[in-house]
C-alpha cells in the first residue's frame, strides 16, 4: 500500500488538526490581503474609476 493511500484512509485526528489550520491560515490571509489592499483612482473615456489593488505601485499602461 503506497503512503499516499494510507494518509488517504486515516481518521488521524492529527491530521485532520494539521488540515483545519492550513484552512485557516488561508482565510486569514486571505482577509489580510483584502483588508489591506490599496485603493486605485484610474479614469478612462473621462469617467473616473476606483479600483481596489494588492500592490503598492500600479502602473500605467499605454498612457
Do not use: C, W
Amino acid at each position: 500500500m503506497s503512503s499516499f493511500t494510507r494518509i488517504n484512509q486515516s481518521r488521524s485526528p492529527l491530521l485532520y488538526l494539521a488540515v483545519g489550520a492550513l484552512l485557516l491560515m488561508l482565510i486569514v490571509g486571505a482577509g489580510l490581503v483584502i483588508a489591506n489592499g490599496d485603493k486605485t483612482a484610474a479614469a478612462g473615456s473621462g469617467a473616473a474609476l476606483s479600483i481596489r489593488s494588492a500592490h503598492e505601485a500600479v502602473v500605467p499602461v499605454g498612457g
